[in-house]
Nanobody, 124 residues
Framework: QVQLVESGGGLVQAGDSLSLSCTRS????????MAWFRQAPGKEREGVAY????????RYADAVKGRFTISRNNAKNTMQLQMNSLNSEDTAIYYC?????????????????WGQGTQVTVSS
């Protein structure tokens, strides 16, 4: 069983930056892509950013392109999401996910393992 633990959420002001981290543990250790999802109140979960196992392929939701950067460190079993120029629409619970079972990456049901989530609140 894979465990994913997110950290780094918090309350920030519009225009600020925030960095989220995800630590993966457990088995199996199959090489896998990872991603970040988020869920705002009253909305469905949406894919925010995706990264392939080796990190050479990254993808972003249109809403965060140019502002968010996803990265990973396989030696440390961690993944990060650097979020810049935050606005109120970025307010959500952010989830780390791993083990993609299907395409497209941006659909929540295509991912097998989920973290418990970390709250990001952006005040305007």
């Amino acid at each position: 069983q894979v465990q994913l633990v997110e950290s780094g959420g918090g309350l920030v002001q519009a225009g600020d930056s925030l960095s989220l981290s995800c630590t993966r543990s457990g088995s199996p250790t199959r090489h896998t892509a990872m991603a970040w999802f988020r869920q705002a109140p009253g909305k469905e979960r949406e894919g925010v950013a995706y990264i392939s196992f080796m990190g050479g392929d990254t993808r972003y939701a249109d809403a965060v392109k140019g502002r968010f950067t996803i990265s990973r460190n396989n030696a440390k079993n961690t993944m990060q999401l650097q979020m810049n120029s935050l606005n109120s629409e970025d307010t959500a619970i952010y989830y780390c996910v791993s083990y993609q079972d299907n395409e497209p990456w941006s659909v929540a049901s295509n991912w097998r393992y989920w973290g418990q989530g970390t709250q990001v609140t952006v005040s305007s």
